[in-house]
T-cell receptor, first 109, second 113 residues
Framework: QKEVEQNSGPLSVPEGAIASLNCTYS??????FFWYRQYSGKSPELIMF????GDKEDGRFTAQLNKASQYVSLLIRDSQPSDSATYLC?????????FGTGTSLTVIP | SQTIHQWPATLVQPVGSPLSLECTVE??????LYWYRQAAGRGLQLLFY??????ISSEVPQNLSASRPQDRQFILSSKKLLLSDSGFYLC????????????FGPGTRLTVT
């Protein structure tokens, strides 16, 4: 069983819509959860982190965490073409980080 | 603020040649340091991590090695490269037990020919 699972997509949404990205994890001891954005040919960029159950909002981004269901999601409101990228989910149960394989998002103008 | 550097940015090496990639971090002390590899169209594979000088944990047995000669310096090496070593090598700092973020450097794109 993989530590972190994501739907690889591709996910396509029209400009201005809400993009919803999902992630499940297997280690119940995980304490911190992260979303990275990776543009083609570039390194991953941290865009959101969440440590407690519930929602965390930062601009157009909202991270949602449900530890009981071992589920974390990322919502992108008012999606823009510049949001087109691969989004990586990561969890940190200790010194190591476990990454999903990423979801490719395309925002269509 | 913290900054992480990697060099070189790109590298083309023949099979059987040695490798040395360097990563340095500025603006923090005693960071956890990590080496990842991302093959084309694949996810991130953790290769090594270090919680302090001289302390290296290896995640994947292979022909690569890592060293941490100074607090904010992390080096990835190989004596003889294989074709399968091609990929995007990423250094990261941060992490730890509890609530710590992890940040990536710009990466080194290695092509073994």
């Amino acid at each position: 069983q993989k530590e972190v699972e994501q739907n690889s997509g591709p996910l396509s949404v029209p400009e201005g819509a809400i993009a919803s990205l999902n992630c499940t994890y297997s280690d119940r001891g995980s304490q911190s959860f992260f979303w990275y954005r990776q543009y083609s040919g570039k390194s991953p960029e941290l865009i959101m982190f969440i440590y407690s159950n519930g929602d965390k909002e930062d601009g157009r981004f909202t991270a949602q965490l449900n530890k009981a269901s071992q589920y974390v999601s990322l919502l992108i409101r008012d999606s823009q073409p510049s949001d087109s990228a691969t989004y990586l989910c990561a969890v940190n149960p200790g010194n190591q980080f476990y990454f999903g394989t990423g979801t490719s998002l395309t925002v269509i103008p | 603020s913290q900054t992480i550097h990697q060099w070189p940015a790109t590298l083309v090496q023949p099979v059987g040649s040695p490798l040395s990639l360097e990563c340095t971090v500025e603006g923090t002390s005693n960071p956890n340091l990590y080496w990842y590899r991302q093959a084309a169209g694949r996810g991130l594979q953790l290769l090594f991590y270090s919680v302090g000088i001289g302390q290296i944990s290896s995640e994947v047995p292979q022909n690569l090695s890592a060293s941490r000669p100074q607090d904010r310096q992390f080096i990835l090496s190989s004596k003889k490269l294989l074709l399968s070593d091609s990929g995007f090598y990423l250094c990261a700092w941060g992490g730890g037990r509890g609530y710590y973020e992890q940040y990536f450097g710009p990466g080194t794109r290695l092509t073994v020919t």
